[in-house]
């Protein structure tokens, strides 16, 4: 087949052959951003109710405080390269982190509370799920994700759109935050001897904050005297 000049193939979700002109692939890409910041905006929103909700109902504040973004166009790209996708905007729908949430709570326990709140959401469909809390990352990374899937309202139809919720205490949020600059310091291979304090300072972390919820619950149980 004689391929135009100025156009280019992709393949849509593995089956679908299209000639598409740059032009248009410009197109997409501006519409699928669009349609990025309603799903950001709708999950904001939703994550705002259901917190204000839970305040209302428990009678205390455990948020330390929400964070929204979505990926910029270079780092979903890196993202396709390391998981050894095609980097096309065609497999932007393979991340489903491009849009993300990351709620910073006080305590341990409040963790679980907050994921049970957001199961309950009638808008929101919970996709998959990752307790790194539990079961915390080689790396020595805790925190809990929930990939959702955002419904945003166009004009005459709802689509579907994958975002991240990350859960975690303000003290994995701090390790988590040192970690994160440090990958970026170290783009090829963090150094051994780096990684090993990493992972020691998660396990303080993880320490610290049964430490911290214990002492919580024993100031609950003295006020209630
Ligand atoms: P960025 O720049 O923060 O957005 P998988 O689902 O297992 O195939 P994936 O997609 O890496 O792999 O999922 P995972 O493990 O749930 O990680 C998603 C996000 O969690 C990452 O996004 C990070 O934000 C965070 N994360 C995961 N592991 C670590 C870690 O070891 N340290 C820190 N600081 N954060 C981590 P991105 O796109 O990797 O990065």
Redesign the pocket.
Do not use: N
């Given at each position: 087949m004689k391929i135009k000049k100025n156009l280019t193939f992709i393949q849509i979700s593995g089956i679908l052959l299209t000639q598409i002109s740059k032009g248009e692939l410009m197109k997409n890409e501006k519409e699928l951003f669009l349609k990025y910041n309603f799903a950001k905006d709708m999950l904001e929103t939703e994550i705002n109710i259901l917190m204000e909700e839970f305040v209302f109902k428990n009678g205390y504040n455990p948020f330390e405080h929400i964070k929204s973004r979505i990926?910029t166009k270079e780092?979903i790209m890196n993202?396709l390269e390391k998981?050894g996708y095609e980097k096309t905007v065609a497999n932007f729908d393979k991340?489903?982190?491009i849009i993300?949430i990351r709620i910073v709570v006080s305590f341990l326990n409040d963790i679980y509370a907050v994921v049970d709140t957001i199961k309950q959401s009638k808008n929101l469909i919970i996709k998959r799920q990752?307790d790194?809390v539990d079961n915390p990352?080689e790396?020595?990374?805790i925190?809990y994700?929930l990939i959702v899937a955002v419904p945003i309202y166009l004009a005459g139809k709802t689509e579907y759109i994958d975002a991240?919720i990350?859960i975690r205490t303000i003290a994995m949020d701090f390790?988590?935050?040192l970690?994160?600059k440090i990958?970026y310091k170290f783009p090829n291979e963090i150094p051994n001897d780096i990684k090993e304090q990493l992972y020691e300072s998660s396990l303080i972390i993880r320490e610290l904050d049964k430490r911290m919820m214990h002492l919580n619950e024993a100031v609950n149980e003295h006020m209630k005297d």
């Open positions: 990926k780092s993202k998981k991340i489903p982190d993300g990752k790194y990352k790396s020595g990374y925190s994700h991240e990350q390790w988590a935050t970690d994160h990958q």
